[in-house]
């Protein structure tokens, strides 16, 4: 059967920018985003064309923000899709090339992130699971000392993002998405687990277990839907066919960590 034609809307760099603006996306603002590329409609350029327009929008003071994760770095014992055969394990741990922020792809964040972290003059944190890209006047500031035992905590991004005054967009995405709610869980009573991947040390590649939060985004949609209609913070509005959620990321944190000390109890 032949391909269907595309349904739209049809989307440009200046037309997506036009709306990212009219959405309240502010020229200077620092602007962590989750989104989803299919939702916006057919979009020319693809997701460079998206990158372009979110920068339009944040402008030359501004700073793009985005999650740059490569799940694959971790321990094989943990896959579940697809898991691999136990006697495999050992040798995975061995083989894994250490994380390096310049090459290791995103996974499981969509096409945008790819295109923000091979973005000239972006820069990228330094934990080989849960890293963050940004460009722009701040993206050092936000990115740099991710801590190895802070995968979304005090230590990561999502603590700089939260100092910076930053707002997420979720544009097109859930917010089963939303990476700010996990810095939440580190401040809330709650299970640790081990951790580990392969990163490079100044002894050379090493296979790495450290002593972690458990972090899970289950309940992050609800928690969400609290929280908007607890607050007047979140700004809605329309880019592409997609919906968008614009807040403070310290509004969302400050409820998701009120949200899940009564709805993730933890016996201490």
Same mark, same amino acid.
């Not at 997506?16 to 350029?45: F, N």
């Given at each position: 059967?032949?391909? =269907? ?10 037309? $997506? ?21 299919? *939702? ?7 997701? !460079? ?15 793009? %923000? ?12 943990? +896959? ?6 136990? @006697? +495999? ?7 894994? =090339? ?20 091979? +973005?000239?003059?972006? %820069?990228?944190?330094?934990? =080989?699971?849960?890293? #963050? /890209? ?6 050092? @500031?936000?990115? @740099? ?13 999502? *603590? &700089? ?5 930053? &707002?997420?967009?979720?544009?097109? /995405? ?12 580190? &401040?809330?009573?709650?299970?640790? @687990?081990?951790?580990? #991947? *392969?990163?490079?040390? =100044?002894?050379?590649?090493?296979? $790495? ?16 839907? *609290? ?6 913070? !979140? %700004?809605?509005?329309? !880019?592409?066919?997609?919906? !968008?959620?614009? #807040?403070?990321?310290?509004?969302? %944190? ?5 949200? $899940? ?8």
């Amino acid at each position: 059967m032949p391909t =269907p034609p595309p349904t739209g809307p049809l989307c440009t760099r200046d037309s $997506l920018a036009d709306q990212l603006r009219a959405a309240g996306v502010k020229s200077g603002e620092t602007l962590l985003v989750h989104t989803s590329l299919s *939702a916006l409609g057919w979009v020319s350029g693809g997701p !460079v064309a998206a990158v372009q327009a979110l920068l339009d929008a944040v402008g030359r003071t501004g700073t793009l %923000v985005v999650p740059t994760q490569s799940s694959d770095n971790s321990d094989p014992a943990e +896959w579940e899709n697809p898991p691999v055969p136990p @006697e +495999w394990w050992p040798e995975i741990r061995a083989s894994m =090339p250490a994380y390096d922020p310049r090459t290791a792809p995103t996974r499981g964040v969509g096409v945008l992130p790819e295109t923000v972290r091979t +973005w000239p003059g972006a %820069v990228r944190s330094a934990h =080989p699971q849960t890293s #963050f /890209a940004a460009i722009g006047p701040r993206a050092t @500031e936000i990115t @740099e000392g991710h801590a190895l035992d802070h995968r979304l905590g005090e230590h990561s991004p999502l *603590a &700089r993002l939260e100092e910076a005054h930053a &707002r997420v967009l979720l544009l097109g /995405a859930g917010y089963g998405s939303c990476t700010a709610f996990h810095l939440a869980e580190y &401040r809330v009573p709650g299970p640790e @687990e081990d951790n580990s #991947f *392969a990163v490079m040390t =100044p002894e050379g590649r090493r296979w $790495l277990t450290v002593r972690d939060r458990s972090i899970t985004d289950d309940g992050f949609e609800e928690l969400g839907a *609290a929280f908007e209609s607890a607050t007047s913070a !979140v %700004v809605r509005g329309r !880019v592409g066919a997609a919906d !968008v959620r614009l #807040f403070p990321l310290a509004d969302a %944190v400050a409820y998701a960590t009120k949200w $899940l000390a009564e709805h993730r109890p933890h016996p201490r």
